[in-house]
């Protein structure tokens, strides 16, 4: 963990409500699956936010407005500045994902899947994406995904872009290891759907962020884990449902 100042370079709309921010900053150690904790004016506790990407001194977040601090950061302008703490939690391992990996996300569990594609294709891995939303307007980065010369497939709810169902309803049997981070429902079926070993990713709410409280706290086969400090990313062996 450290604690960084980050300056706003952009914060752009990507759809009726999701936005991404781009800020300059200390990027050194982040990895994919990480996030990162942020200090906003009159808030007590900070507001985490999935890395969506990592370069040399600059750092890209994507974020839904749906709360207070979302609101907020919403309004944020190039120019200001942001208090944010980095590197917290355990990312997905790369060295697990085989030749033919395969990506899967859900609404704004999609953004950290996007740094994970980078670094699996700059070691010539051949990924495969699906992107789940529940309707066209919702859809953002299957462009970026496909630039990265991933194949990208996507999933609509209502049917009115790409395959009608769901992200599971996409899925195949070809892939070596498979990564994912979403809502839970989707979280679950993906776990039931899957048929090779792979790595979670799960959105909770949080307090500290750094694993001081407790309050994220999720039950495994080795007993209760905190998402924050243990995870957010969990292997699939590791991981209980309950019905």
């Known amino acids: 963990m450290r604690e960084e100042i980050f300056c706003v370079e952009a914060n752009d709309v990507l759809t009726e409500n999701v936005y991404r921010l781009t800020l300059s900053g200390n ?3 982040i990895v994919p699956g990480q996030f990162v904790n942020i200090a906003l004016d009159g808030l007590y506790l900070r507001r985490p936010i999935s ?13 839904k407005a749906i709360g207070k601090g979302t609101e907020q950061m919403s309004g944020l302008l190039p120019g200001d500045y942001l208090d944010i703490l980095t590197c917290l939690g355990n990312g997905y391992c790369l060295e697990s994902s085989g030749d033919h990996p395969l990506l899967i996300g859900g609404g704004v569990g999609i953004p950290p899947l996007y740094y994970l594609a980078k670094r699996l294709r700059e070691a010539g891995k051949e990924v495969s994406v699906i992107l789940g939303f529940n ?5 953002f980065y299957e462009d970026e995904f496909s630039q990265l010369d991933c194949d990208v497939k996507v999933t609509t ?11 599971t ?14 809502p839970a429902p989707m979280l679950k079926s993906v776990y039931y759907k899957t048929n090779t070993s792979g790595e979670f990713s799960f959105e909770e709410r949080m307090g500290c962020g750094f694993g001081a409280c407790m309050g994220c706290s999720k039950k495994t086969v080795s007993g209760f884990k905190r998402v924050c400090k243990d995870g957010p990313v969990f292997r699939k062996e590791e991981i209980l449902w309950e019905d």
Not at 135 to 139: F, L, Q, S
Not at 157 to 167: C, E, L, P, Q, R
Not at 169 to 182: K, V
């Open 135 to 139: 309707n066209a307007d919702e859809v």
């Open 169 to 182: 309803d996409a899925l195949t049997s070809s892939y070596s290891y498979f990564y994912t981070c979403g």
């Open 27 to 29: 990027t050194e150690g």
């Open 157 to 167: 709810v209502d049917g009115s872009y790409g395959v009608k169902g769901f992200a």
């Open 51 to 63: 890395v969506a990407d990592a370069e040399e001194n600059r750092l890209t977040l994507i974020y």
